[in-house]
């Protein structure tokens, strides 16, 4: 299994950003995916997670009415869209499928493989 996130970058506050996590060697269909997020020196923190077969999408309070997650199956592939970015948002970005049992979406550990983890900058 192997998550290759992309699309972080530098923006300005109010900006948007579309994040890709393009998989390989499962289907992620088959998975929640989730996408969480750490800021320099604080803890991983849940952003949103999209559940297998698209039943539904959970966000953070954070983020909620700015950022959607959704999934294309023909390209394999999970995008997370962010919008109105604030300096908050700072953080590097990680996609991360769920293991087999995935009891509460907030928990990295309900969550067997990551990648590597895309920047991301917002300045005010």
């Known amino acids: 299994v192997h998550l290759v996130e992309s699309g972080g970058g530098r923006v300005q506050a109010g900006e948007s950003l579309t994040l890709s996590c393009a998989a390989s060697?499962?289907?992620?269909?088959?998975?929640?995916v989730a996408w969480f997020r750490q800021a320099p020196g604080k803890e991983r923190e849940a952003v949103s997670c999209?559940?297998?077969?698209?039943?539904?999408?959970d966000y953070a309070d954070s983020v909620k009415g700015r950022f959607s997650a959704s999934r294309d199956s023909a390209k394999n592939t999970v995008y997370l869209q962010m919008n109105s970015l604030t300096p908050e948002d700072t953080a590097v970005y990680y996609c991360?499928?769920?293991?087999?049992?995935?009891?509460?979406?907030?928990?990295?550990?309900?969550?067997?493989?990551w990648g590597q983890g895309t920047e991301v900058t917002v300045s005010s």
């Open positions: 991360a499928k769920s293991s087999s049992i995935l009891s509460t979406w907030t928990s990295v550990s309900g969550y067997d493989h």
């Open positions: 060697g499962i289907r992620v269909a088959d998975y929640a």
């Open positions: 999209i559940s297998k077969n698209d039943i539904g999408t």
